[in-house]
């Protein structure tokens, strides 16, 4: 059965927000890094920081009630996965990718749901004809359908995205070839197709540029609105100060570039320096599975470490 919703995912990860926003809110492109947890972090008081950070918020509640052996078998197996290349020791590199990956949980959650929409000869891959069959399928006789939708244009412009995601070519993407395709915001080497993508909706005038009037009419509908609300005024200084770099009117791809993916405080960096401080006892520079389980409790919780906090707070009456 062919998906109608499907060709609507064109306009997806970069788009969602623009389709619900109200005419007066302002719209943003820009992708920033979120914090890793809503919680302070305060080693003093308590590790939920780091445990949300180290596991993502969800998955962390699930070791508050393990026993502290439970809790270290668990983290044992996780450090395991940590060490990607399986010389015995985690890095802060090794760390810093597994911290991005686990707050990243819901992505791969998305992408494994679709899966199995797309790889339709079960063979787990997913091929650009398969995409483009169960995307495209009912549309390719009628590309210029009534709801103003240009699937031609649309189809080539994901085949350009699917190329750049499989690297090598061959139009076929395993599972994390398929995650940079639908979520090429997270992937550095899909860092351009992002602007280019941006660019492209946003340049009205086709001379490869984004100058002022486009830049504003992006993010603000004006049709309906009397007056402009005051951020407006407040993006127009943003564009002269600050996005229009060489002050010639207009953003070209760098200057984009910096707009859309500007280079944020690298939260999972710090955090992985922090952990990797925190645990290794000799100071060489990175853990052993060994170093990582005797600091376990800053890692992941357990009943243990609650029941600690809990005679604290005790105390405290």
Known sequence: MKMEI???????ALCVVYATSKPTEKKDRAHHDVPLSSKEHDDGTNFDYDHDAFLGENEAKTFDDLTPEESKNRL??????IDADEDGFVTE???KAWIKKAQKKYIYDNVERQWKDFDMNNDGMISWDEYKNVTYGTYLDDSESDDGYNYKQMMARDERRFKMADGNGD???DK?????????????????????ETMEDIDKNGDGFIDLKEYIGD??????????PEWV???REQFSEFRDKNKDGKMDKDETMDWILPADYDHAEAEAK????????NKDGKLTKEEILNKYDLFVGSQATDFGEALVRHDEF
């Open 6 to 12: 499907r060709p609507l995912l064109m306009c997806f």
């Open 76 to 81: 044992g197996k996780i450090v395991d996965k």
């Open 93 to 95: 590199a090794e760390l």
């Open 171 to 173: 139009h076929i993407a």
């Open 176 to 196: 994390e070839q398929f995650t940079a395709f639908l979520h090429p915001e997270e992937y550095e080497h899909m860092k351009d197709i992002v602007v280019l």
């Open 219 to 228: 993010m603000y509908n004006h049709e309906d609105e009397m007056d402009e």
């Open 233 to 235: 005024a407040t993006e």
């Open 274 to 281: 922090h952990l990797v401080y925190e645990s290794d006892t």
